[in-house]
């Protein structure tokens, strides 16, 4: 008897959880679930994903977002191309590379529409002017479109690409800037890098590329594969990135407490607090907007520059959603 | 029966060794064909797009085409290799002796030969960057540290190992210890320390590549960097494969020569 009332309970709890679970199912059925990886371990320039993520808008759009971090940002649009996730963060000159070489991508949404990266000098009088760089080292984190952009900079005053040494120096851009190693990094981000040297006790100067011959250029851009991209979510993941990038422009004291709480070991730091400060006027603030032949201009650069051999529309490419 | 027995084992034997010794550079041919074959059946069964595995034949393209900038690489990379090397074995060799002849220094040294061993290359290798510049030495340093265990271990295992009978002898014949390790140990500890070298030529690029990797101006490991920022896998893999192919190569000539030069074995 006793038992009997047992296996009966254990029956009503079971039936119980199957329609909760039913239940459930029938929840997660009506939000898409998106892998989105980053290309780099989570800093302020992502800031509008976690906002996105923090603040529920992405769920708001129906979109169940799984964040991931690699430790190479070369993998993700690889990943994406080879249709194993959804869509990853990447940049403008990466992905006219990448689509160059056959690899089915297109742009999906951007992050930040400005060139960020710098060519960074210590500023202890040494080095005044770009042409000042003549016979000295510049440290690169291999990207690809450095004899492009370095070399553009460098011929805006007057020098060229083979007048410099150029060295991989990996992630240790600012390490080897601080030491001497090198005379000037390519790839220290101005909102990052600065901030970075500033906490050492390094005060940097950094060219800016647009300023120096290299037409302007999307830093941070969100690339989908070309032949299964899902246009509808896409177009609710550029909402929801929307309204995080108004939240963060009009509340920036709050955004920064609701970023850094996102993962507090890493990101509650004075340097992520400085570097979100510099970021906030970088933000794309309407990021699924198109703008076609700034995106062929910027093709046309590569090419004329021999880092692509071929050169593909924007229009196959950046698709309007 | 028992004779003929003998007779057939040593004839099969005899066969066996001239089968052996007709055509091991067909063998090698034949490895590497059925490996080139194996490679494609993958890239065509899974239908890999090039920038995940690009085919044999677009790599050998790469190979030919570019050869005069792959050689060029291959030439910086082989000079650290080489280097390095010269570096792992002297320390390596040094390190042994020292643990053999100063037993209490032993207890001090231990530590830093594991330590060498334990501590991962790739996380080292960016502060021997900033301590010894982007040139070659740091990539010489890099690969020193890598087979320094590797040597150290078997030169001093094999020091250690000498047959008592030989060091009685020695003793017997009332030779220093100077004269002991000329003699007795250091030959007796060669066919060890050769099992070491042959470790050490295998990973020494492996300790370069790595120092090119996270700093450099030239090098295979900074010709893959570039390739594959510019997507361009295939290169990426012809210069693998020069690598592959300088690591084997220095493998075997040095089992030939360490094979010539220590022809005894205890």
Redesign the interface.
């Known amino acids: 008897m006793h038992s009997q009332t047992r296996t009966g309970s254990i029956a009503k709890k079971g039936w119980l959880a199957l329609l909760l679970s039913g239940l459930s199912l029938n929840a997660s059925a009506e939000q898409k679930s998106v892998t989105l990886m980053l290309d780099w371990f989570v800093n302020p320039n992502h800031g509008p994903i976690v906002i996105a993520q923090e603040k529920g808008y992405f769920n708001d759009q129906g979109l169940n977002v799984v964040i991931q971090e690699p430790a190479d940002p070369?993998m993700p649009a690889?990943l994406v191309?080879?249709n194993k996730i959804d869509l990853a963060i990447s940049y403008q000159t990466?992905l006219t590379?990448?689509v160059?070489?056959?690899?089915p991508l297109i742009r999906a949404s951007t992050l930040i529409a400005t060139p960020l990266n710098t060519l960074m000098v210590l500023d202890n009088g040494k080095i005044h002017s770009l042409a000042d760089l003549k016979g000295k080292?510049i440290?690169i984190a291999?990207?690809?479109n450095e004899e492009a952009t370095v070399g553009t900079m460098l011929e805006s005053a007057g020098i060229t690409f083979d007048d410099v040494?150029?060295?991989?120096?990996?992630?240790?851009l600012s390490?080897?800037l601080a030491?001497g190693?090198?005379d000037a990094i390519w790839g220290g981000l101005r909102n990052f890098e600065s901030n970075q040297l500033a906490i050492e006790g390094y005060k940097a100067k950094a060219f800016y590329p647009e300023e120096h011959g290299v037409p302007s250029y999307d830093e941070l851009i969100v690339v989908a594969n070309a032949n299964h991209y899902d246009a509808d979510a896409i177009r609710r993941f550029n909402k929801a990135i929307e309204k995080a990038t108004i939240y963060i422009i009009n509340h920036p004291q709050d955004a920064w407490i609701e970023f850094a709480a996102y993962s507090p070991d890493t990101l509650n730091n004075e340097l992520n607090k400085r570097a979100w400060r510099d970021t906030l006027t970088r933000f794309d603030l309407r990021p699924a907007a198109v703008d076609l032949e700034r995106y062929d201009q910027f093709t046309q650069f590569l090419y004329k520059n021999k880092?692509i051999r071929s050169k593909p529309k924007a229009s196959d490419f950046v698709p309007t959603l | 029966m028992l004779e003929i027995n003998v007779l057939d084992a040593t004839t099969e034997a005899h066969i066996a060794k001239k089968k052996k010794t007709i055509h091991p550079l067909l063998q090698g041919l034949l490895t590497a064909c059925l490996l080139f074959g194996l490679w494609q059946l993958i890239v065509v069964v899974f239908a890999f797009?090039?920038?995940?595995l690009p085919s044999p034949h677009a790599v050998m393209m790469k190979l030919i085409l570019r050869i005069d900038v792959l050689l060029f690489h291959t030439w910086i990379t082989t000079q650290e290799i080489v280097l390095g090397l010269i570096l792992g074995l002297t320390m390596g060799l040094f390190f042994a002796l020292q643990m053999l002849l100063f037993e209490p220094l032993k207890r001090w040294l231990l530590p830093i030969l594991i330590a060498s061993q334990a501590i991962p290359v790739f996380a080292i290798a960016?502060i021997l960057?900033?301590w010894l510049?982007?040139g070659i030495a740091s990539k010489v340093v890099m690969a020193a540290l890598i087979i320094f265990f590797p040597v150290t271990t078997c030169c001093y295992d094999g020091l250690r190992s000498t047959p008592s009978g030989y060091i009685d002898l020695a003793k017997t014949m009332s030779a220093s210890k100077w004269q002991t390790l000329r003699h007795i140990r250091l030959p007796a500890a060669l066919p060890a320390l050769a099992s070491g070298i042959r470790v050490a030529v295998v990973v020494a690029p492996i300790g370069a590549v790595v120092g090119?990797?996270?700093?450099?101006?030239a090098g295979l490991g900074?010709l893959m960097?570039?390739a594959?920022?510019?997507?361009?896998i295939d290169e990426m893999f012809a210069a693998l494969f020069i690598l592959a192919l300088f690591s084997i190569t220095l493998y075997f000539i040095t089992d030939r020569l360490l094979k010539r030069a220590i022809h005894w074995q205890l």
């Open positions: 070369s690889k191309a080879a990466s590379i990448d160059a070489e056959n690899l080292k440290g291999i990207a690809g040494e150029i060295i991989n120096v990996g992630w240790a390490s080897s030491s190693k090198v880092i | 797009p090039p920038f995940i960016p960057m900033l510049g982007y090119e990797w996270v700093g450099s101006s900074y960097l570039q594959n920022a510019r997507m361009m």
